[in-house]
């Protein structure tokens, strides 16, 4: 079936045959956005047959003519409204067409506001016109059905403005009453839209419209006074860079206008996920998250956004944002986020620090404590180089050399070695303390978002692997205002060079090997390679970074003193 339908003007040697005004329903299957839902629209067309018993017009007759032109004309207006919709991303614009602007308004207030940002009671819209994710916004009575995998929107818009009735082709019974479907979707409410294979594993909601009438069958166990965000911690999650590229920045993109006005119904629940970023999500939300398949009740809410909006890498578009806000607001989340557990860190810290002076005190002179005291002041002072250290592929074989050479530089040092257990906050505190990062292209490079804009960033680049540290961490760290300092190591500094022929694609020609597939450039380049830094090509880049942070704290000083 075609996904809408062409107008025709019939002209056989100057005649035109017309018929009198009745309309007829010509059905078609929404195949961009039904996703084999069984929903029919119809549109309303002019049907012309050719029958002799309407006889024949002739071109000479100028009143007929004018009023066939003025038909034709009409018909032409009418496609090509239905058609502007169809292109236009409304996944419901034949809707739009039978209410005139009544049953789902698609329309939005400005130019920079999103597709459904605004939209009237009683409607679902859906925006797929992004290739990263879908996004659907219900509004009115919204109920939830955990056992069919469903949201319901119960809607009184049965009938329109008084221009056409939508009949829908579905009818459920329900204890005995009729339930019309209006309109039905399905969505995966998960942020790597393009990517098929991970998306075949997302679990799949169904939104359903269908009359109010009928929503007396459907009590409510839990009514909320403020709209929810479903969305899916599925797919990649396991792998800090996902996380945050495809869940928490994207839920702080689409839920930061309602200023924590929202309740979170997640799909694809992870008790580890909510211990993990409940600092986080205590900043976006002042409501407990809600397991949607775990949580059997039927909650009730004003509005549902189903899915979440992504921009780009790691980042934020502000001209896409409601206050213009940026990826350092962002950031500043994670500050109010984590900052009550790090005071609590630094209090421990400093209780076991004075016990540890006591017992000294008690067991050597005062002079060498009070010179104790005196050298940790001096290191305080120096600026601070944090090292996220790899173990297995893609480690630095020669890590220690490195930290020595960056002592000897002028750098105090931290090396921090995240696994999974690692607590956030821990992590945010070393790096938000800090004035330089050093690490190898990883997903531990997403830990740069907790670094201070103006801090350095230096990234280690292994063989093979350009493309993706310049377009995952090097572009979004200077967006968030970091001094990003790239390292592409030479293939010599590869273990590579030592399994293959310098004449070899995989040393000579990295990108005719990427070319040839991910699996090759997994295999290869990442979780195939070590790295042993060529100690003095690689100092010229701590030199660097520690130049720029001591003119930064020196700044910093000259402001804090004005």
Request: hydrophobic share 35%.
């Amino acid at each position: 079936m075609a996904r809408y339908q062409r107008c025709h003007q019939w002209k056989k040697f100057g005649l035109v045959q017309v018929k009198p005004l009745k309309h007829h329903t010509i059905p078609f299957k929404d195949e961009e956005h039904g996703g084999g839902g069984g929903e029919e629209s119809r549109a309303f067309l002019l049907v012309v047959p050719p029958s002799s018993s309407y006889g024949y017009y002739y071109n000479n007759n100028k009143r007929t003519k004018l009023k066939l032109f003025t038909l034709l004309f009409l018909s032409f207006l009418s496609c090509s409204f239905i058609l502007a919709l169809h292109l236009f991303g409304c996944t419901s614009a034949f809707s739009l067409f039978y209410s005139f602007g009544g049953v789902n308004d698609c329309s939005v207030s400005d130019a920079n506001a999103p597709l459904c940002g605004s939209i009237s009671n009683g409607t679902i819209c859906c925006d797929r016109s992004s290739h990263r994710s879908d996004i659907c916004v219900m509004k009115g009575d919204v109920r939830t059905s955990s056992a069919s995998s469903s949201v319901f929107l119960y809607s009184s818009k049965t009938t329109t403005h008084g221009f056409f009735n939508y009949v829908s082709s579905k009818v459920e019974e329900v204890n005995g009453d009729a339930e019309v479907e209006l309109q039905h979707e399905k969505i995966k409410p998960y942020t790597r839209k393009w990517e098929t294979s991970v998306m075949n594993t997302i679990d799949e909601l169904d939104l359903v419209s269908k009359t109010e009438n009928t929503a007396i069958n459907h009590h409510c166990d839990v009514s909320h006074d403020v709209p929810a965000v479903f969305f899916s911690t599925g797919g990649y999650t396991g792998n800090v860079y996902h996380e945050f590229n495809d869940g928490i920045l994207p839920l702080y993109i689409t839920s930061q206008h309602l200023n924590k006005k929202v309740v979170f119904v997640i799909l694809e629940y992870h008790n580890w996920w909510i211990l993990k970023y409940g600092d986080i999500l205590s900043r976006l939300s002042d409501y407990p998250v809600i397991d949607f398949s775990g949580d059997k009740r039927t909650h009730c809410f004003p509005e549902a956004i189903v899915g979440l909006r992504i921009h780009d890498e790691l980042t934020i578009d502000s001209s896409l944002m409601s206050g213009n806000k940026s990826i350092v607001d962002f950031r500043n989340v994670l500050d109010r986020a984590y900052l009550p557990r790090i005071n609590g860190l630094i209090q421990d810290e400093e209780r076991k620090a004075k016990e540890r002076q006591r017992e000294k005190l008690s067991l050597s002179p005062s002079s060498e404590i009070m010179e104790e005291v005196q050298e940790e002041d001096q290191l305080i002072k120096k600026p601070k180089l944090v090292v996220l250290s790899r173990n297995g592929s893609r480690a630095i074989t020669n890590e220690d050399l490195m930290v020595k050479m960056a002592e000897k530089i002028g750098f105090r040092i931290q090396v921090v070695r995240p696994d999974q257990t690692t607590e956030l906050a821990k992590i945010y505190r070393a790096l938000n303390s800090s004035d330089v990062l050093v690490g190898v292209h990883g997903a531990a490079m997403t830990h740069f978002l907790f670094m201070r804009p103006g801090s350095v960033f230096i990234q280690v680049i292994p063989l093979g692997t350009d493309w993706a540290a310049e377009t995952y961490y090097g572009e979004p760290s200077r967006k968030l205002g970091l001094n990003y300092i790239s390292y592409p190591i030479l293939p010599i500094e590869s273990s590579l060079y030592d399994k293959y022929d310098t004449s070899d694609p995989v040393l000579r020609d990295p990108e005719s090997v990427n070319r040839k597939g991910w699996q090759y450039t997994k295999s290869i380049y990442l979780d195939g390679q070590k790295v042993r830094l060529n100690l003095r090509r690689f100092r010229k880049r701590l030199v660097r970074a520690y130049d720029c942070s001591i003119n930064r704290n020196r700044h910093l000083r000259l402001q804090s003193q004005q």
